[in-house]
Every structure is written in structure tokens, then in C-alpha cells.
């Protein structure tokens, strides 16, 4: 059984920054694409951050404009682990944050290019 179990969320002030991280477990995710979503109240998931799998010709990262500058997603292969370094935080930033993780090794920055998911952990940025 695949799971993916987000961890680091939390309150912080704007200004400040978190580390989430997914560890995933039951699936190698490594040659696999993997993403960071978030949904705020009343909204539709959004995309944030996604990597390649590796073993690709190209490994690229990509983020929705409205971070980036601000977060970096990274993965650690040898522990099955995605990570979302989020700097500059503003209060807009405030959302439920989801792990995802893909069956190919590029997935783009639809959900439904996404195969399983974490439950979530919250942020919430103070003004």
C-alpha cells in the first residue's frame, strides 16, 4: 500500500519559513514525478512545486509564479523523500499543503496527472 505522509507544517509570521516533508513508503518514487499542491478555504487545489523523476535525459523543478523565488522543492532518492523549502512566507501562503506522487516521470501541474496523495498538513501564515 503507497502513502505519502507530509510533515513540517505549522504556524509561522510572514516574513518567516517552513520545510515540509513527504516521506512516501509501500513505492520507489525516485524515477517518478513528485509535487506539492495546496488548497485554501473556499478554493480549488493549486499546483506549487514539482520534479522529475530521475533517470531522464532532463531533470527539471518547476513552480507556480506566485512562489517562485520563494519555495524550492527538492527530493532525497535514498530515503524516498520530497521536500518543499518555503521562504518569505506571506499570509496568502496559507493553505493545507499536499504531497503527490506520480506513475510517470514527468507529471506536469494537473492533480489528475497525480496518482496518490498525502493527507495534507497546514500552514498558516500570520500578518
Known amino acids: 500500500q503507497v502513502q505519502l505522509v507530509e510533515s513540517g507544517g505549522g504556524l509561522v509570521q510572514a516574513g518567516g519559513s517552513l520545510r515540509l516533508a513527504c516521506a512516501a513508503s509501500g513505492r520507489t518514487f525516485s524515477s517518478y514525478a513528485m509535487g506539492w499542491f495546496r488548497q485554501a478555504p473556499g478554493q480549488e487545489r493549486e499546483f506549487v512545486a514539482g520534479?522529475?523523476?530521475?533517470?531522464?535525459?532532463?531533470?527539471?523543478?518547476d513552480y507556480a509564479d506566485s512562489v517562485k523565488g520563494r519555495f524550492t522543492i527538492s527530493r532525497d532518492n535514498a530515503k524516498n523523500t520530497v521536500y518543499l523549502q518555503m521562504n518569505s512566507l506571506k499570509p496568502d501562503d496559507t493553505a493545507v499543503y499536499y504531497c503527490a506522487g506520480a506513475i510517470v516521470r514527468v507529471a506536469g501541474r494537473r492533480p489528475d496527472g497525480y496518482a496518490y496523495w498525502g493527507q495534507g498538513t497546514q500552514v498558516t501564515v500570520s500578518s
Open positions: 520534479t522529475s523523476g530521475s533517470g531522464g535525459s532532463l531533470y527539471y523543478a
